[in-house]
């Protein structure tokens, strides 16, 4: 394709590294042409890269196949997910599964997209409930805004947490930013 046909969240093949479109911007040059001012982010290493494509240029779409993999258990740096459909399982190290081990219980579902049979890039569902293992009780008569205080969750997951939160309640965490949402209701 050409760059002028460039999309945010596309995944794209430059210099035989895949990188995901973040944002571009389309740029006229006070003598030259126009160009691309584009920020990617190689899917590989997660680094952001900014590089400028002419309009005409040709840029090679890649094509990610995204599938359903249910999280099963970890074994050092090692993670098993089953495929949902084939029960086939796939074994992930550290560098690929990020940290899917802080936010995942057994037989969470998530999303691996895969290129060419190998997977890169690990999708986690937005939000997870953990059970509370360890807080510091709450403090009697502190009206203080903002107190939050840490809590440990069920997989060592430590989150910032209201003063109100006590050990064995179920809490709602933002995968995407670390942080405490709300309580569960059973």
Not at 131 to 146: C, S, W
Not at 177 to 186: A, F, H
């Amino acid at each position: 394709m050409r760059a002028s046909e460039m999309r945010k969240g596309q995944t794209v093949k430059i210099d035989d590294k895949l990188y995901a479109i973040v944002d571009y911007q389309h740029v006229k040059l006070g003598k030259g042409g126009a160009v691309y001012q584009t920020k990617l982010k190689n899917l590989i290493d997660g680094s952001i890269q900014n590089i400028r494509l002419r309009a005409e240029e040709i840029v090679e779409e890649a094509f990610l196949d995204k599938t359903t993999y249910e999280y099963l258990y970890s074994s050092g740096d090692e993670h098993i997910l089953m495929n949902t459909v084939t029960y086939d399982q796939i074994s992930l190290d550290d560098d690929a599964f990020g940290d899917g081990p802080k936010y995942l219980k057994p037989n969470t579902q998530l999303q691996v997209s895969m290129y060419e049979g190998k997977p890169v890039v690990v999708t986690l569902p937005n939000t997870v409930d953990l059970e509370v293992t360890d807080t510091p009780p709450e403090i009697k008569g502190a009206t203080a805004t903002n107190q939050n205080k840490p809590a440990t969750m069920e997989t060592g997951l430590v989150v910032q947490v209201p003063p109100f939160v006590k050990i064995g309640e179920m809490i709602r965490v933002d995968t995407r930013t670390g942080e405490y949402v709300t309580r569960v209701k059973d």
